[in-house]
């Protein structure tokens, strides 16, 4: 179990389990976010599969084991599943459906893309993958959609996946959910999508289009709202998956001028998407 700077009797709580279950490894350490907590369990790590489990939510007594169960009729690396939604009063408010089926890496990419399919509450992954893709992503800009960028590495570095319409999990949804930040969760979406955009598996350019279909208005709001340092950021990062863009004398333009580039820096994108 992590604690992720908690300011309440967690810690406590968990030494008292652990001194009567050795299987419970307690590892306290200051707030480092999602990622951190996650990857400091992943560092000690020593089964074969690894789920994972946040503090509001909560699964279903047979969740592992139904999972278990199904790594040895399948050769898939992740297993996911549908769910619940529950309120504060635990009281279920509606299914968390979701994209089901087997799929290689290359045929969940495109869906997955487009939006994060696979509820981390539900996930039970080889260890052997994650060995192989290495840690999440501790970025600031990927706060809250660090799984969504796990899951989208995986597929494609050529993991399996397997989702059920089996619900194995509550997913409690609350005024302090992480995913609930607006504009923080936008550029974090797209900042993803832009780490992730694979050429090779997008050979009719879809989802590059999709991607800017989705950016370019972002960063003419941020242009408009004076953040500056934001719409140069999420520039930069399409200038290194499209180069052929002129994300450079955008940039340049958007630094100098700051909310008065505006109409020059959306006359260059749409200059560029004719020319494209």
């Excluded at 001194?19 to 990857?39: C, F, P, S, V, Y």
């Excluded at 509550?170 to 050429?199: F, P």
């Amino acid at each position: 179990m992590i604690n992720d700077g908690s300011k309440d009797d967690t810690a406590k709580i968990v030494e008292d389990r652990a001194r009567q279950d050795k299987r419970i490894i307690l590892i306290n350490q200051t707030n480092k976010k999602q990622a951190g907590a996650r990857n400091a369990g992943l560092e000690v790590i020593k089964g074969d599969w690894v789920a994972f489990l946040d503090a509001d939510d909560v699964w279903m007594p047979h969740k592992l084991e139904f999972q278990l169960a199904l790594t040895g009729q399948s050769d898939a690396g992740l297993l996911y599943s549908t769910g619940y939604y529950v309120d504060e009063t635990f009281t279920v408010t509606g299914e968390y459906k979701t994209l089901t089926g087997a799929f290689t890496g290359e045929e969940i990419y495109e869906p997955l893309f487009r939006e994060n399919l696979v509820p981390i509450l539900s996930v039970m992954v080889k260890r052997d993958w994650i060995l192989k893709i290495g840690p999440q992503d501790e970025e600031p800009n990927m706060v809250s959609c660090e799984d969504w960028d796990y899951w989208l590495r995986l597929a494609r570095a050529g993991c399996k996946f397997l989702g059920v319409d089996e619900p194995l999990f509550y997913y409690r949804r609350h005024e302090n959910n992480m995913s609930g930040n607006g504009e923080k969760l936008q550029i974090a979406q797209v900042s993803v999508m832009i780490k992730n955009y694979d050429k090779e598996l997008d050979e009719a350019n879809a989802e590059k289009f999709y991607l800017l279909n989705l950016v370019e208005p972002l960063i003419t709001r941020l242009i408009t709202v004076g953040k500056v340092n934001e719409s140069v950021f999420l520039m930069r990062g399409l200038a290194k998956v499209f180069p052929s863009g002129w994300y450079n004398q955008r940039i340049a333009l958007t630094r100098l001028l700051g909310r008065r580039a505006l109409y020059p820096v959306r006359a260059i994108a749409k200059l560029n998407r004719v020319l494209t």
